[in-house]
């Protein structure tokens, strides 16, 4: 009897422990259930320290030790519920999250802005992968799962917790100024496809993801950064474009959503109000009708495009009457808090709401084990997060990513030993393309042309290219991230044109700028390669070579003649 009894509890307590693990795994349904934890931390919180769960402060180790003390003082003094982590490099990284952790009441989230990896916000000192636009030309969504699990592990290695990304932005306007090369395409499908692949991974790896930027900042011209953009669609159209890949990604579980700050007179016709800090686009749109139980987060509350037409605090006031769990960068937390206790004692926000939305946070907390939090080692940080299978996952990306327009004729055709000109146009010296090519090639000469040079010197330069035998043009956009356009003067543009046809055209810049190369027109075979990069550069190298096959098909329309879903 006794023994039965006994392997009946051991039974019971195998199914409670499996029940636990499933419950887990659906972070949705476990930050809306109860834990006793929660519960407990929940019950130690002042009122004030409620309100400060909600808000994200910014952190940088980048600015000096004067910052990073004056935010310790404001963690000590607010308590507030996690940091958003900027620039600055991951040894300093450390140090500072373990010092603000061992100040905090209630440990901290921390929040980082990482659409392709630790390198968005430390390019210098860790491992960036592929843009998102990049990767919208890879045909293997298995590769993007991957790239999210190395995500996850660089993260849980730095001691951060939650990656506002993926972006599910459909960039269906090619003069995008913020968004762009952070869209995985301007076709739906595919944008939902590889965020599934690259949220799953993250989740996976047992970090939070937000999907972003509700309800879609893609078709839009003006940054938030800077000012309100406005989204003139009715809501037919944002239902079925611009919000598909929300939709389905909230079917498939997604953690969290954050809100842009745009006007969209359709669904909030209110005059000059964000859609962040609308209650008609986050609890009525987002929460009821499209059933989103996970965290909502705003988008900076530091953004010209939020406080612009909501200054001095009252657009975080905004936010939370709204319906937000979480707000990012307010301009003052300090400010805001006080004015979000005094809305709660005006009757304009309930006590119940705030109430719901801590035990949210603190339940995505206890998801991320921060229950049991343990100080970061520094101890082998620099190769842990430059380890081997990340470093092999971007090379495998990255020549998935290469795309061949119109043929691959030039490639085939393509001898080592043949004198051949490497035609460089935007750089004054070898990067990784140029020497991968010289280190493989028997007769190879460097030109390299910039905007500057003189008509005279172009034609001269042009009299030597002539006396090789195959060619290969290489234009590189050196800037921070390559915007849509990239402007060439006429004579370059010429010397482009004039060996365009006999050349293997080579593109390391943002898929649109194409349509700005009057040598498109003419070359029998273009390699897209999307971004300057060395990891691009070095897959475009290995692609000339014969050393890898182009599988990468266009992530957007560019013009007539190069459509969504192009490649050979």
Known sequence: MFKKLGLGILALVGTISFLKAQDKKDFVKYINSQHEWVDAVFNTLTPKEKVAQLFLVRAHTNLGQKYIDSVAQVIQDEHLGGLVVFQGGPVRHVDMFNRYQSLSKVPLMMTF?????????????????????????????????????????????????????????????????????????????????????????????????????????????????????????DKKRLDTLEMYPFKELIKAGAPAVMVAHMNIPSLDDTPNMPSSISKKVVTDLLRNELGFKGLTVTDAMDMKGVKKFFPNGEADVQA????????????????????????????????ADIDARVKRVLAAKLWLGLDKYQATAQQNLYNDLHRTSAVQLIDEL????????????????????????????????????????????????????????????????????????????????????????????????????????????????????????????????ILLAYQNDAFMQKAAAKTILGQNTPKGKLPVTINKKFKYGQGK
């Open 320 to 351: 939370i009457i709204a319906g937000h769990d979480l707000l990012e960068v307010s301009e003052n937390s300090k400010r805001a808090i006080d004015l979000i206790l005094k809305a709660i004692e005006e009757g304009r926000i309930a006590q």
């Open 113 to 233: 802005d990482g659409e392709w990896g630790l390198g968005m916000r430390m390019p210098d000192s860790t491992l960036s992968f592929p843009y998102q636009m990049t990767l919208g030309a890879v045909q293997d969504n298995q590769l993007i799962y991957r790239m999210g699990r190395e995500v996850a592990l660089d993260f849980q290695r730095i001691g951060m917790h939650f990656n506002f990304a993926p972006d599910v932005d459909i960039n269906n306007n090619p003069k995008n100024p913020v968004i762009g090369i952070r869209s995985f395409g301007d076709n739906k499908f595919n944008v939902t496809q590889k965020a599934k692949a690259y949220m799953d991974g993250m989740v996976d790896g047992g970090i939070l993801a937000s999907i972003k930027h509700f309800p879609g900042h893609g078709d839009t011209d003006v940054d938030s950064h800077y000012d309100l953009p406005q989204l003139p669609f």
């Open 398 to 525: 990255s020549n998935a990513a290469i795309t061949a327009l119109n043929s691959t004729d030039k490639l085939k055709s393509f001898k080592k030993d043949l004198p051949t000109a490497i035609i460089n146009i935007g750089i004054t010296a070898n990067q990784t393309f140029q020497n991968e090519l010289a280190s493989a090639l028997t007769n190879e000469t460097q030109y390299f042309i910039t905007d500057s040079m003189s008509k005279d010197d172009i034609k001269h330069i042009t009299k030597e290219i002539k006396k090789n035998k195959q060619f290969i043009i290489a234009v590189h956009d050196t800037r921070l991230r390559p915007r849509p356009t990239m402007t060439l003067n006429k004579d370059v543009q010429g010397l482009m044109k004039k060996f365009a046809k006999k050349s293997i055209l080579t593109l390391f810049t943002n898929a649109y700028a194409v349509d700005g190369f009057e040598a498109t027109k003419k070359a029998k075979t």
